[in-house]
């Protein structure tokens, strides 16, 4: 397969999967309960709606039009940039991704990184180290860092760094030691999943024919490690790593409410507590399209970290 043919099959195929979730999101508004008109005038006047009232703003949100009219004509407005207007402020939804996702970007690049400055040197130093005591021990770290919910882990660090030994603040954004807390949360936890499978990649590196090669003529086991086998068990790691990246966002939800991070994971909070349909909907395509962008991404860098790598190619297989 060509190049270009690769990338419109991509391009064709990550278009696919935007529609699909954009139907999905759409229809969390059909789907759960509650009725959003009655929720908002509720908060309102603070007393139950009339019925005409809940019909009235009905018809003025569109509510009352059938399913296939308004997810076409939600689409329509999504697709150039209009996801509509929050039910809780008025302010249009796309105002108010683009506001706090910074706040949300930041915190999870800077999660990632601390993911990958961990995991890539303790996966190296347990593979060189297979089945000693270190190796037992960093597997073991691994599997609790990949078992623990990230709001208990973050209660955990906050107990340990703020309260006991009073280095990091508890809450809020002001700076990097305000970051460090929640980035250290989610960071942990991608740390761990990207170990585990970066040491038994590196396993299977060890045990290849050019690896054997390499070291008959001579050079040395760390050379090797860090020069051929590293290299070559990379790709996995990009993979995992624009995976783990979309599902830091998700993950950032509940970070960002533990730590009072000014994201759009507290926002989302409260628009599910308020029923604001449009809030939570432009918010799973928002980050759906990021998550779609970050891998589309990953699959370019394929070729980069090694050049036996052909699109259409599996990446898991480039010999």
Known sequence: MNTSAWLVRRLGGAVMVWLL???????????????????????????????AEVRQLRHELGLDRPFGERYVRWLSAAIGGDFGESYRSGQPVLGELRARFPATLALAVAALAVGLMIA?????????????????????????GVSMPSYLLGY??????????????????????????????????????????????????????????????????????TRHALRNALNPVVTVSALRFGRLLGEAVIVETVFAWPGIGR????????????????????????????????????RALDPRVRPGLPVSNPR
């Open 156 to 225: 955990v660090l906050m107990l340990l760094f703020a309260v006991t030994l009073g280095l990091l603040p508890v809450s809020g954004a002001g700076g990097l030691r305000h970051l460090a807390l929640p980035a250290l949360t989610l960071g942990l936890g991608s740390a761990a999943s990207v170990t585990r499978m970066l040491r038994g990649t590196l396993l299977d590196e060890l045990g290849a024919d050019y690896v054997r090669t390499a070291r008959a003529k001579g050079l040395s086991g760390l050379r090797v490690l």
């Open 267 to 302: 926002w989302m909070i409260e628009s599910i507590n308020d029923r604001d349909y449009p809030a939570i909907q432009g918010f799973v395509l928002y980050i759906a399209t990021v998550f779609i962008f970050v891998n589309a991404a990953a699959d370019l860098s394929y």
């Open 21 to 51: 979730i954009s139907l999905l999101a759409f229809s969390l508004g059909t789907l759960a309960p509650g009725d959003p008109a009655q929720v908002m005038l509720l908060r309102r006047t603070g007393d139950p709606p009339a019925e």
């Open 120 to 144: 890539v040197p303790l996966a190296v130093v347990s593979a060189a180290a297979r089945d000693t005591l270190f190796d037992h021990v960093a597997r073991f770290v691994a599997l609790a």
